[in-house]
């Protein structure tokens, strides 16, 4: 079994900033990459941006040059810097694993951003 637990979500202003965590544990040993996606109210799930374990990182077009992925040394925690956030960035953000073939999901957690 995997489990993804994020944290970090919430309210902010526009313009500011939030970093999401989210920690693998379980059978977690061989992971390929990992990452976030996001899913606005009547919208389809979207990436946000993934790493792999090579270290190589791929952004959503809607947030290229505003967020930063990166993950520990160990390679278990994957981290989110979301910088000069907009309204639209409002959405359940979900940490993912990709996992010896296999698709891991976290519950997701809640960035809500005011204009």
């Known amino acids: 079994q995997v489990q993804l637990v994020e944290s970090g979500g919430g309210l902010v202003q526009a313009g500011g900033s939030l970093r999401l965590s989210c920690a693998a544990s379980g059978s977690i040993s061989s992971i390929n990459s990992m990452g976030w996606f996001r899913q606005a109210p009547g919208k389809e799930r979207e990436l946000v941006a993934v790493?792999?374990?090579?270290?190589?990182?791929n952004y959503g077009s809607s947030v290229k040059g505003r967020f930063t992925i990166s993950r520990d040394n160990a390679g278990n925690t994957v981290y989110l810097q979301m910088d000069s956030l907009k309204p639209e960035d409002t959405a359940v953000h979900y940490c993912y694993a990709f996992i010896r073939e296999k698709n891991y999901w976290g519950k997701g957690t809640q960035v809500t951003v005011s204009s």
């Open positions: 790493i792999s374990s090579g270290g190589s990182t």
